[in-house]
């Protein structure tokens, strides 16, 4: 075990066009992602188990700098700060621990949830965009089927539960991994689009588990609100590979706006 | 709005031996709070909304030093980072999200989750310890009634559920806040407990979302564990007051002793 007090690393990155939506947004778990696999490159450890992040400014399109300070290099578990910059100004601050994730060989000791009820992916409801719509990177990158049941706002016609599920997998050939969970922890819509609440949902804070090594093919995605509340709504995501495991619990707090009574 | 580029403020603080338990292991509820309050004193805002905290290494009872780093000074929201030292090595790592906690004035758009449905606090079980044990320090300052449906370990027969419910309460005249609920977010025992599973549950991650201010009495907690795997659980916390709302939301992640086969 070593207490690292070195000096941080930084890795200069790209952030690249395709992955924003709307005006520019770039897509909170892409920018994740980014962040923990610079992290990554700085521990002995094979995998990010869990990353929290704070979402202070939104970063642009373009050239960024990630801060990485390992801070503890344990037998079963690292710790890092990370930090993405641009123009030396903290955007996104993260705290990532590394380790060792589950593959299938591992039989859980107990497991209290289940997947969502999803009919087949060709049953589900893909996105389509016409061309007056901004660019949906997201949706360039991952193909997303949702459960007709939770896509009445893909109609306008929002169904009012607060809860989203869908099948994900990578239009790209990404193959699934450990750290694209924090990718796909993130790419659901909000569950505001059932709840008829328009506008951005910035995310606040996001926090993600990554519990198992993903076997290949579609993830079966949840998302779920508990309060909506004060402008604050808090959201759960679930991913569960294609044999049925649990392999991402991610947790976010964002803003979103109170409609007008 | 400003973007902080000043120096880390430093605290000192003491970490006091009333607060830990067992082999004198300090509380990870109480540490998020102090560390929070520290930071509290570094942003304009009133509340701390939200921490993630990274648990690097077990700090000892003593003297302690916490870094705040003012990261962005924002209307609606601060964000700052802040790290507990000892003896120059950092302990724990958090990311503190601040603003305003929503009051009871104000309704919420929508809950979809509803309070543990527990017995009266005077029909609940509470700890008891013999002279032969350790002290717990928790018990000393906190007033936790289990709901006996989930207290078979008391009686060290557990009852093999992954839940844990019960009611808490100051015990020192400590008034219900919102800085108090990082404390009691992190109160009731492990669900390990109730799994069987001995030993220690050492927190690695510990995220604790505040969502209302908590009115005086009692406060409702439930604990449940989703998924127990490869030595790896989490933990999802619910706090609700005595007016029946959600006032904090928490999901850790720690490390368990797998049981020999």
Redesign the interface.
Known sequence: VT?A?TAPAHVDVELADAWTYGRGILHGGHLLETIAAAALEHTAHPHV??V???Y??APSVGAATIEVEP??EGR??A?L?ARLLQD???KI???V?AG???DAD????????APPDLPPPEECVGFSRSDDEPRNGIQEQLETRMDPATAGFVRLEPGGG??VRGWIRSRTGRPNDPLFMLTVADALPPVTVE?G?GGWVPT??L?V?V??VPAPGWLACVQ?????????L?EDCEVWDSTGR?VC?A?Q?A?YR??RA
Request: net charge positive; glycine share 8%.
């Open positions: 207490s007090q188990v869990s929290s992040a704070v202070a400014a801070v503890r079963t578990v710790s700060r030396g100004a903290p601050d993260a705290l621990t060792t994730v589950s591992v039989a859980p000791l107990r497991l209290t949830s607060a809860e709840l609440i606040v804070e926090t588990h519990r198992g779920r609100g508990r309060l909506l509340s004060g402008g604050w808090d649990l619990q947790r707090l803003r109170e409609p």
